[in-house]
């Protein structure tokens, strides 16, 4: 017995030593032959990548636009199975990856729910992982603990049969491919006014809780003389590690209470959720800052190329009414993360280049 | 905030100005071009249209007998992605839409029971459905609620991306898919002896409460010479809506509580589930009407064509003896859900016209 | 009324009169022109069938190594719709059969949980498998109940349109796919070394009430000169039936507690759960009966060639340091599962010999 339980000990010393890590030097145990392999944390994306990515994600959309195109679409992947593993339910998060995977032909299990049987039979949580890399090629996964994903690739990629993981979200800091879609979002808006680079945006509600304005922050080294305009209540404002981090990398940002004096200065509008700090289901918008709403009267004074996204679902923090005009792109941006992960799994799977092959 | 309140406002009448409105009325707007877009109501079908219907469906069944129909089949819509959206949960009809899009290749994404993980955060129900329109080309929904379907489709007919809404049941009325394979059943029971027209129905059980024998009653004013025989307790009697709606159109009917005096009369019986007002699970057969059942004796009393019909699910109301019978036409019955559903989809997305060229 | 019950009555005497048999007496009744039909029991496995068997999933297995060979296994049963109704949650056997028919290219259709929404409204259960096989071509079924799976098998057995069931686990005693990725597990262990014929296997753990290694130890007598060593608590040997039936087929068994003592004669150790009789949730090792795990110290005990099996899950019987060692066949057991259960629907729908047309 004793040596049982040591030898548990030093496994989950591993993980912990693993885990505690700085994540620029954990990004190379994600890779083979220089090229991504799980997709676990933002931090894994560069520039170079983002725009490959989004290259291949235009590409896939044109290709789905005719029958014949959906055909070879199909045709890259059918040959693979995909694990969607939800244990934090996200119907918008997991229908964008099921489609992804239906596009590319590939066939996909599923697991939603807080439990599995097997968990419920004492399963360790290394093991159900595995038992799934048994049976597929890819497993994307999605739950409220930190570091769940990665422990999940940390574990396979000591096996036999490592398959990639896509992180789908875990816990309160990262979520990859929403990153992802966001700049494909931005990135397309500005396609005819030079792109990202040089933009001003604004990230408006929740900044200190909000994974995604986090994430957004953190991607924005990637690109050129980029200006943020963080608009919170005091007790929202975005943490000092972002901020941190912008300063360490020359990223002029601006913190303000005040929306309407912002909205006519950027180019991009970043609405997030907000509510209450104790108030987890508002009834009503006086319960969500209404300061920090987009109402339909605001679109008058946004200038007229500035794109208006939200992570979704909303609650008041955009008005129906603004959804008709042609610059709220937020429903774009829920379809632009199908697009963008398809290419996502095009790529782990290294079939991304025929895609572009039908381009030539 | 007054803006707000206001809009919201706005919005609610439209739809509750839509929604009150006439239903013949309101039929065009579910169409595009002269053909229907979305399948909310019994009332959009008319009689060219159920034939024409009838008749892809036979051909989706006999392609679907060899390896290489069903390969036709699923050639004629692998490009596109459904969604099931049972709010109510239905096993027979869910597996009958399922399966009917797997026949012809579409992929399927699903959510069944009673909430998302998104309305869990606040979001409404029209924001859901605009969600999975993003990301699929079909969107089949069940629900309690009475116009839930027509609400759905006619959100998103006002959206860039409107995708036709099946109505898969709705409420205490709407469920035309079920009418349409109860037409279906009915002609081709009676294919070697003239079709539907001039045959005599009885209809048998709880017709008050009764969705489908209420909607088959609408749809027979499409055909001549109908005779229909309303068979139940006199708590349970068919609404004076329909009887108002046959007198309108010249179609006979009879009431009675007499079910083996009108038995030789018919050429077809429609079943369904009865039980006692307050009796929501009936736990012996005397709790269920007793004579309002057909059992095993009936067999000699009804005439050597005349076929047996049922929703389904049943409890009590035909003995399970009766399914040996060449009459009992309620399996069949259940099959032509899936064959006339694959139909309409195959219509609803305009290839039905590439199945019926496999037989020129 | 009388007729009802009387006829419902002669009916469930036919089912347990059935049911009564002995297994030998039912077997016919499961096939069709001398081919399994419905695959009920590891009874129903004789030695050819199980060669043969285990020779289509090396070739599934094989061909499954390319984009082209899975491309050639899909176009197998792309025509054919499966159901797995799965009423006792199992994620291992639903994933492992779930993704044995995608590689064979069937859709599939699921019901995973305690109860569909026909049987709270009162359906009988043999109305609800009638339901399913109006729907899809195959099957596959697990209850907790015994005979779960013989009763559906039964009743379509006598409709218009009975589809083969596959049995994925039907209450304490029959498992017989997990039988059969057993044997073919042994039989790829030993491959080099003159295949399952003449080997000593030690089964461990809870005997009395497992499953596994009950219909392993059935199997046995179609293996030549087979030694087994049964190694338990006193409390948890062996039933005498089993013991009974080994006698009779002249096969060799010992049995003890001293698990150490058998470790090095076996040339394979099939590990089961063990927990203490009246703690279903074992929370400590202690309570799992520590003399009866394989722990990492002994990987130097066992033979070079012994192969250690486990069902899974696993808690505390096998030491995760084990997992390393070449010789612990776990993980390759569960993955055998999904080959052997695609080649058996290979099988079931007479495909199999289009695979090793493959390989002339």
Redesign the interface.
């Known amino acids: 017995?004793d040596?049982?339980?040591e030898?548990?000990r030093q496994?989950y010393q591993g993980w912990d030593e693993f885990y505690n890590k700085n994540v620029d030097e954990k990004l190379a145990f994600f890779e083979v032959n220089g090229r991504l392999f799980d997709i676990i944390f933002a931090q894994q994306f560069d520039r170079p990548f983002m725009d490959y990515l989004c290259k291949i994600a235009d590409m896939i959309r044109l290709l789905?636009q005719t029958?014949m195109g959906?055909?070879k679409l199909?045709h890259l992947l059918?040959?693979k199975?995909a694990?969607l593993y939800f244990v934090q339910?996200?119907?918008?998060t997991f229908?964008?990856f099921?489609?992804a995977c239906?596009i590319l032909g590939l066939?996909v299990?599923e697991?939603r729910g807080t439990s599995?049987?097997?968990e419920?039979?004492?399963?360790?949580s290394?093991?159900?992982i595995?038992?799934?890399a048994?049976?597929?090629d890819l497993i994307i996964c999605r739950h409220s603990e930190a570091g769940f994903a990665e422990k999940t690739a940390w574990v396979l990629n000591q096996?036999?049969?490592p398959v990639p993981i896509l992180n789908g979200g875990s816990g309160p800091d990262q979520h990859p491919t929403q990153a992802l879609l966001d700049i494909y979002t931005l990135e397309r808006s500005f396609q005819d006014i030079g792109g990202l680079d040089g933009k001003k945006i604004a990230m408006v509600g929740d900044l200190k809780r909000g994974r995604t304005v986090r994430s957004l922050s953190y991607l924005m080294k990637n690109y050129n003389d980029m200006t943020l305009y963080f608009v919170s209540p005091d007790i929202f404002r975005m943490k000092d590690d972002i901020k941190d981090f912008l300063k360490k990398h020359n990223i002029a940002y601006y913190e303000t209470e005040d929306f309407e004096s912002v909205m006519p200065l950027v180019d991009a509008i970043y609405m997030t959720?907000i509510q209450k700090e104790y108030s987890d289901?508002?009834s009503s918008?006086?319960d969500t800052y209404?300061g920090f709403?987009f109402?339909?009267?605001h679109l008058s004074i946004i200038q007229p190329h500035c794109t208006i996204m939200h992570p979704?679902?909303?609650?008041?923090e955009i008005?129906?009414?603004v959804?008709k005009d042609p610059r709220a792109a937020y429903?774009r941006q829920?379809?632009n993360g199908?697009w963008i992960r398809a290419a996502l799994i095009a790529y782990v799977f290294g079939v991304e280049q025929e895609v572009s092959k039908e381009f030539l």
Chains 1, 2, 3 share one sequence.
């Not at 339910?89 to 918008?92: I, L």
């Not at 419920?120 to 360790?124: A, I, Q």
């Not at 979704?312 to 008041?316: F, H």
């Open positions: 017995m040596g049982s339980v030898q548990t496994t789905a029958k959906q055909e199909r059918p040959h199975r694990m339910p996200s119907t918008r229908l964008s099921q489609n239906y066939s299990s697991s599995t049987s097997s419920v039979k004492g399963e360790s290394e093991d159900t595995r038992t799934f048994s049976y597929v096996t036999e049969r959720r289901d508002p918008e006086a209404p709403h109402k339909k009267k979704l679902p909303r609650r008041y008005e129906v009414e959804d429903w829920e379809r199908m």
